[in-house]
């Protein structure tokens, strides 16, 4: 019994750090498409970036934690450099030239991560201090790492609320999701809002990409992996609306984790069961905007 206890403890552990680690990088992605109106498949590449400057900056100064400062840095320039120079031009055009450009930038960072990188998968060592583990038991444990990176999650939904809800930024940028022509008559400077939003999307991914990296491998294509599971949380939780992404994460987490245990023949179809569901009993999101 206490094994069974046990084991259900250590699984919804999991869950919950792979829901806050989606909704990290789910909630930029909504935030993008919410406010800007653009479909940018290109997120998960941003999720692989934020890895791969993990572990090419701890190879050079031999701290992690440094990585992670200079790779959000880096990431959040990128995104805005990225808003500047191409998705700007695309706020008023079809979906179908934002999702081709955005899918051409795929392309680019798959080519500039063969070429500095290699195609080789690799690790990252996880902080010596933080590398130990939380006994759960007599005889079962679980890394302190994946603790210390839900903690690390949830401090950082909790500051994308006061920035979104008790800021003066957050009010431009909810009025941007609501009304941008409105709000720019009122003052609001719209272009300046979307590239904060872009950046802050996509430094939302790139961290997600960091934290994660030390707990799972560096390799192609994981950008690939988690973008199609992000746009599913985006649309059970409702475009635009960053709680629903939490809620959306935490459910597609819990049934992805528990059903690989109970339920192994069908686990890889659940999160797309539930999706369908959804979208036949709201198809606007659980939580509209």
């Not at 206890?5 to 919410?34: D, P, V």
């Not at 690790?123 to 939380?134: G, K």
């Not at 635009?240 to 109970?262: E, K, Q």
Request: proline share 2%.
């Amino acid at each position: 019994m206490d094994i069974l206890l046990g084991s259900l403890l250590i699984q919804a552990l999991n869950a919950i750090q792979y829901g806050l680690l989606l909704f990290l990088i789910a909630s930029g992605l909504t935030l993008i498409f919410g406010v800007m109106g653009v479909i940018n498949i290109a997120h998960g590449s941003f999720y692989m970036m934020g890895a791969y400057f993990a572990f090419t900056i701890t190879g050079l100064t031999g701290n992690f934690f440094v990585a992670v400062i200079l790779g959000a840095i880096l990431s959040v320039i990128i995104g805005a450099l990225l808003e500047w120079a191409l998705f700007k031009h695309l706020y008023k055009r079809d979906h179908l030239e934002q999702v081709l450009l955005s899918y051409g930038l795929i392309l680019i960072f798959e080519e500039l991560r063969s070429i500095f990188v290699g195609d080789e998968v690799h690790s990252i060592d996880v902080p010596a201090w933080l590398n130990f583990s939380i006994p759960l038991g007599d005889i079962m444990s679980y890394p302190f790492y994946r603790l210390f990176m839900s903690g690390v999650c949830v401090l950082v939904a909790i500051g994308m609320y006061i920035l979104i809800n008790r800021t003066r930024i957050g009010s431009m940028i909810r009025a941007g999701a609501t009304n941008s022509g409105m709000a720019e008559v009122l003052g609001v400077n719209i272009s300046m809002v979307n590239r904060l939003v872009f950046s802050l999307g996509v430094g939302l991914a790139a961290f997600a990409g960091m934290i994660n990296a030390p707990a799972s491998a560096v390799a192609p294509g994981m950008g690939m992996e988690v973008l199609i599971v992000s746009f599913v949380v985006v649309v059970i939780g409702g475009i635009g609306s960053v709680w629903g992404a939490l809620f959306a994460a935490m459910v597609i987490a819990f049934a992805d984790t528990f059903g690989s245990v109970f339920f192994p023949s069908v686990a890889g179809m659940l999160t797309y069961i539930i999706m369908a569901m959804v979208l036949l009993w709201r198809p606007d999101g659980i939580f509209k905007r």
